[in-house]
């Protein structure tokens, strides 16, 4: 290159950099105002100080646990301040997070409500996410001992008449916004884009497991086949105890979870009887199943009615819901166990939709005789309940 295109590169160059338009300002004058008219001064300050009631109803979770969670994850979020602005406070991001899982809101509302930057809010609602994740996952979600199986075994023997139940396991299809160059990959068989979680619950409505972000073009079943739960119980590694005889019976039969028609039948997996003519026996097993199933439906209930981020399609990459997800199947533990539940959002299920029962687990004679043996002992004297009758 000689002189004379040095010159003329050097001329263009300075001709485009003076012709671009400068920025007015380093922090847009909206969020210059977020000390005096952001949420977390007008809003969340207010409503911490004179009305708990409100409070809860915000952030959906009371004062005491909201600081206790604050008080688990401050030290992740906690930032330096710069010499060019200060350091978001931990205790303002995880109110623009629960807010932001509470309400269902867009990014962009936040970026308005709390005065930050749009990419700001995505920053902060995906990091606290996976801080609670991290933080409290071993708390809320812990690996069952033998002492916990055999708690949550004798919860569903006391509510639901059930005995040696582990859990009941259900799939949910979540919505997602179709991604740029995405594909198919995560558009089911109803025609809609969404994740896997794949969750088991105890009497209490509590989450005991949770696999999240699995391909929504698996079935139920093939979501329990690929989950870490199953190869575990194959493993012979998931501390399940041994089996033991039925309530008031000698029959002895092996502790198991039970789920619906989309799971395939097995030792430790129970489903109801197919077909539409069924003996009495059988409808009676399939309603005393029923009782104990339906503690999982009254957990996705309770979670997608506290936290409506679920009752809008997600629209954030996959790894982002993700997150989401799983902050909040770990705050649903934690609130339950601090704050309660509201027995009217345990009724119905918004925003996670059912998996088709597409692909069907193998069974074996084995399987067949342990859920027989429970019909048969549903039927006896010992281990019916005086309404199964009137309720088949």
Known sequence: MDAVEVFVFAATGYLYLKSKKKRRSWVHPINTARYTHGHFATLYRPLREKDPVKFFNYLRMSINSFDELLS????????????MRDAIPPEEMLVITLRYLASGCSLKDLHYNFRIGRSTAGEI??????????????????????EAWSRIAAGFRDRANFPNCLGAVDGKHIRIVKLLQSGS???????????????????????????????????DSTLFRNSTLWNEIKSGTLNIPRPTPLPGSDVTVPYAFVGDEAFGLSTHLLRPYSGTHLTVKKRVFNYRLLRARRYVECTFGILSNKWRIFHRPLDVNVDFCVDIVKCCCVLHNYVRGRDGFNFEDSLTVMGLEEYENDDIMPVNRHSNRFRDALANYFMSEAGQVPWQMGSI
């Open 185 to 219: 990959l995560n558009q089911n068989n109803k025609h809609f884009f969404s994740i896997g979680l794949l969750a088991v619950a105890d009497a209490n409505y509590n989450f005991i497991y949770v696999d999240v972000g699995s391909y929504d073009k698996d079935s």
């Open 125 to 146: 609602v995906r990091k606290v996410c996976q801080t609670i994740w991290d933080t409290m996952k071993e708390q809320c979600l812990p690996t069952p001992t033998d």
């Open 72 to 83: 688990k994850v401050r030290e992740p979020l906690t930032k330096r301040d710069t010499n």
